[in-house]
C-alpha cells in the first residue's frame, strides 16, 4: 500500500457537477481529492481487505443474534424497549440487509483494525461506487495509469443486483433523506439511479414531507401510501419523533431493516470483544462502566453509542485529552476502545471504508485527514490497484 501523487485531470469538477458531484468541495475546502491516490497490490485487497469484511459482518450478524437473546443486552445499547419486539420481528422474518461500511485502520502490513461498522446510514456511496470509477477509467485511457491497472470496486453492479433481489418489483420504492443534508440528498439520488437500473419504480420524497393516517400508513408528498422505504435518517432518531411510536404498528418496509438498529450503535464494539476476543481484527473495548476497561492500553478512544462523522469522539492518553470533535452525541453513554494509530501518509492520516453488499465485500473508500479523527470535511482520495 502506497501513497501516489498524480496530477488532477484539468476538466474534473465540471465533469462532478454534470454528473450531480455537488459537494467535492465544500465550505472552501475540497472534499474529494485526485491529487494523491492510495496504491495497492491484489493480495493486500482479497487477503487483508475483502475477505476481512466479510468475516467482519458474519461476526456482526452473530452477535445480532446474541443481542436479541438477551434484554440486558438491549438495555445496554440504550434501544428503547418499546422497539424490542418489532427489531425481533424483522430478524426472524430474515428481512435484508441492503449495506454497510466497516471503517478499518490499514497500512498494508499487518490485520486490518475495526474502528466501527456503519451499519445503518453510511454515505459516501457515490464517490466509492460511482465517482472513484470514474476517476481509473479516465487516467487509464490517458495513460496516466496502467492498461492492467485496477480498482476494488463492484459498488454499483452489486447495489443494483441487491435493490432487484429485495425489492418486489410489482411495489414501489420510496427513497428519503432529511431536506438540509447536500451529501445525504446525493447518496440517496445515486441509490435511487440504481433502483432504476434494477428495473424498480422508485420515488424520492424528503423526510419532512411524509405523512401518516390513522391506519397507520405512511405516505409521500402525494398522499401515495408508501410501501418499501429507504431511509437515509439513524433509527435512534426516528425511535425519538413523534412517529416512532408508529413503525411497529404500519406494514410500511424500511431499509435498512429495523434489526440494523442493532448494529448501528457503537456498543456493538464491546460486545464484539466479549464475544471473539483477540479477534486479529477487532480492537479491545468495553462498557464506559466496566471494570475491566482499566486494561486498555494507556492510549485509548472514547466514543458516544450513538454519533456521525466522528462526532464526540475524543482521544486520550496518560497526559489527558490529547484530540477530540464537537457534537451534539453523547447523552446515551460512551465506550471505550484501544487506541491504535491511524496509517499516516506525509502529514495525513488515513482511514478504509470496506462495503459490504448483503453479505458480500465491495470495494473500499478512503478518507484522509491531518486529524486523527475522520469528521464530515475529511477528504475522499481514490485508489487503484496495481
Same mark, same amino acid.
Given at each position: 500500500?502506497?501513497?501516489?501523487?498524480?496530477?488532477?485531470?484539468?476538466?474534473?469538477?465540471?465533469?462532478?457537477?454534470?454528473?450531480?458531484?455537488?459537494?467535492?468541495?465544500?465550505?472552501?475546502?475540497?472534499?474529494?481529492?485526485?491529487?494523491?491516490?492510495?496504491?495497492?497490490?491484489?493480495?493486500?485487497?482479497?487477503?487483508?481487505?475483502?475477505?476481512?469484511?466479510?468475516?467482519?459482518?458474519?461476526?456482526?450478524?452473530?452477535?445480532?443474534?446474541?443481542?436479541?437473546?438477551?434484554?440486558?443486552?438491549?438495555?445496554?445499547?440504550?434501544?428503547?424497549?418499546?422497539?424490542?419486539?418489532?427489531?425481533?420481528?424483522?430478524?426472524?422474518?430474515?428481512?435484508?440487509?441492503?449495506?454497510?461500511?466497516?471503517?478499518?485502520l490499514y497500512d498494508g502490513h499487518g490485520p486490518a483494525k475495526m474502528l466501527e461498522f456503519n451499519a445503518d446510514t453510511p454515505t459516501s456511496l457515490y464517490e466509492t461506487g460511482f465517482f472513484q470509477w470514474n476517476w481509473i477509467e479516465e487516467l487509464i485511457g490517458n495513460q496516466q495509469l496502467p492498461s492492467d491497472a485496477d480498482?476494488?470496486?463492484? /459498488?454499483?453492479? #452489486?447495489? *443494483?443486483?441487491? &435493490?432487484?433481489?429485495?425489492?418486489? +418489483?410489482?411495489?414501489?420504492?420510496? =427513497?428519503?433523506?432529511?431536506?438540509?443534508?447536500?451529501?445525504?440528498?446525493?447518496?440517496?439520488?445515486?441509490?435511487?439511479?440504481?433502483?432504476?437500473?434494477?428495473?424498480?419504480?422508485?420515488?424520492?420524497?424528503?423526510?419532512?414531507?411524509?405523512?401518516?393516517?390513522?391506519?397507520?400508513?405512511?405516505?409521500?408528498?402525494?398522499?401515495?401510501?408508501?410501501?418499501?422505504?429507504?431511509?437515509?435518517?439513524?433509527?435512534?432518531?426516528?425511535?425519538?419523533?413523534?412517529?416512532?411510536?408508529?413503525?411497529?404498528?404500519?406494514?410500511?418496509?424500511?431499509?435498512?431493516?429495523?434489526?440494523?438498529?442493532? /448494529?448501528?450503535? #457503537?456498543? *456493538?464494539?464491546? &460486545?464484539?470483544?466479549?464475544?471473539? +476476543?483477540?479477534?486479529?481484527?477487532? =480492537?479491545?473495548?468495553?462498557?464506559?462502566?466496566?471494570?475491566?476497561?482499566?486494561?486498555?492500553?494507556?492510549k485509548y478512544v472514547k466514543k458516544p453509542l450513538f454519533s456521525r462523522e466522528g462526532a464526540n469522539v475524543t482521544l486520550c492518553d496518560p497526559n489527558g485529552v490529547q484530540e477530540q470533535a464537537?457534537?451534539?452525541?453523547?447523552?446515551?453513554?460512551?465506550?471505550?476502545?484501544?487506541?491504535?494509530?491511524?496509517?499516516?501518509?506525509?502529514?495525513?492520516?488515513?482511514?478504509?471504508?470496506?462495503?459490504?453488499?448483503?453479505?458480500?465485500?465491495?470495494?473500499?473508500?478512503?478518507?484522509?485527514?491531518?486529524?486523527?479523527?475522520?469528521?464530515?470535511?475529511?477528504?475522499?482520495?481514490?485508489?487503484?490497484?496495481?
Amino acid at each position: 500500500m502506497k501513497r501516489i501523487f498524480l496530477p488532477e485531470r484539468p476538466n474534473w469538477k465540471h465533469q462532478a457537477a454534470a454528473l450531480g458531484f455537488n459537494f467535492h468541495s465544500m465550505y472552501g475546502q475540497p472534499y474529494w481529492d485526485e491529487t494523491r491516490a492510495y496504491e495497492f497490490t491484489l493480495s493486500q485487497i482479497e487477503n487483508d481487505l475483502e475477505s476481512v469484511t466479510e468475516d467482519l459482518n458474519t461476526c456482526c450478524l452473530e452477535l445480532v443474534d446474541r443481542v436479541l437473546r438477551d434484554e440486558q443486552l438491549l438495555q445496554k445499547l440504550e434501544i428503547p424497549e418499546a422497539y424490542w419486539d418489532w427489531i425481533n420481528r424483522s430478524w426472524q422474518a430474515g428481512e435484508p440487509a441492503l449495506y454497510g461500511r466497516f471503517d478499518l485502520l490499514y497500512d498494508g502490513h499487518g490485520p486490518a483494525k475495526m474502528l466501527e461498522f456503519n451499519a445503518d446510514t453510511p454515505t459516501s456511496l457515490y464517490e466509492t461506487g460511482f465517482f472513484q470509477w470514474n476517476w481509473i477509467e479516465e487516467l487509464i485511457g490517458n495513460q496516466q495509469l496502467p492498461s492492467d491497472a485496477d480498482q476494488f470496486n463492484s /459498488l454499483q453492479d #452489486k447495489l *443494483i443486483a441487491r &435493490l432487484a433481489d429485495i425489492v418486489d +418489483p410489482q411495489e414501489h420504492l420510496h =427513497l428519503t433523506c432529511v431536506s438540509d443534508a447536500k451529501e445525504d440528498r446525493a447518496t440517496v439520488s445515486y441509490l435511487q439511479d440504481c433502483a432504476k437500473q434494477a428495473g424498480l419504480q422508485s420515488h424520492f420524497v424528503y423526510l419532512e414531507d411524509i405523512g401518516v393516517d390513522e391506519q397507520h400508513r405512511f405516505a409521500d408528498q402525494h398522499s401515495y401510501v408508501i410501501d418499501n422505504l429507504f431511509k437515509l435518517y439513524p433509527y435512534e432518531m426516528m425511535f425519538r419523533e413523534a412517529y416512532g411510536p408508529i413503525l411497529p404498528k404500519s406494514n410500511i418496509r424500511l431499509i435498512e431493516p429495523p434489526w440494523k438498529a442493532i /448494529l448501528s450503535n #457503537k456498543g *456493538i464494539l464491546p &460486545l464484539l470483544w466479549q464475544m471473539f +476476543p483477540n479477534h486479529p481484527n477487532l =480492537l479491545p473495548a468495553y462498557f464506559e462502566e466496566d471494570a475491566q476497561k482499566s486494561a486498555l492500553s494507556s492510549k485509548y478512544v472514547k466514543k458516544p453509542l450513538f454519533s456521525r462523522e466522528g462526532a464526540n469522539v475524543t482521544l486520550c492518553d496518560p497526559n489527558g485529552v490529547q484530540e477530540q470533535a464537537s457534537g451534539p452525541y453523547g447523552r446515551e453513554g460512551f465506550i471505550y476502545q484501544s487506541y491504535h494509530a491511524p496509517p499516516k501518509f506525509g502529514d495525513d492520516y488515513c482511514v478504509i471504508g470496506s462495503w459490504v453488499i448483503g453479505d458480500e465485500a465491495a470495494g473500499i473508500g478512503i478518507r484522509e485527514d491531518h486529524s486523527r479523527i475522520t469528521k464530515d470535511l475529511s477528504r475522499f482520495v481514490p485508489h487503484y490497484i496495481k
